[in-house]
């Protein structure tokens, strides 16, 4: 576990641009973190979707603060937030249902049809 701290801090660092000291009451906050279920990829999700917000002006540079950060329902709520869809979601296009299939007296229509607009296409193009 302590390995997993200690990359996770790095990666944090990394991502914000800080250099922050692991200490022992950090590392509790991470260890509570991790134990609460959240992943690294949770953490790096949560970083990125709060440096757009402060860039945007919605959200304080202090959100980024790791006391702030990895404080487990604070953490939780903005995974969440950042997940949401604005959006609702497009209805899933279904195919439009099939016509009726032709009476023989149709099908022998539009055959015919088809016939005499193929006759003056030759007739038209000269061939």
Not at 8 to 36: I, K, M, N, P
Not at 64 to 90: C, G, H, Q, T, Y
Request: with cysteine; net charge positive.
């Amino acid at each position: 576990m302590i390995r997993r701290i200690q990359q996770a801090h790095a990666l944090y660092c990394r991502l914000t641009g800080q250099r922050v000291s692991l200490r022992f009451d950090r590392e509790r906050l991470w260890f509570e973190l991790f134990r609460a279920g959240f992943t690294e990829a949770d953490l790096q999700t949560v970083i990125v979707y709060l440096q757009r917000e402060i860039r945007h002006g919605r959200r304080n540079v202090g959100a980024l603060k790791l006391s702030n950060l990895l404080e487990p329902d604070r953490f939780e709520e903005d995974l969440n937030i950042s997940r949401v869809a604005l959006n609702p979601p497009k209805p899933p296009k279904t195919p439009l249902p099939a016509p009726p299939p032709l009476t023989p007296e149709e099908r022998q229509q539009a055959r015919q049809r088809g016939l005499e607009m193929l006759a003056r296409f030759r007739k038209e193009s000269g061939g």
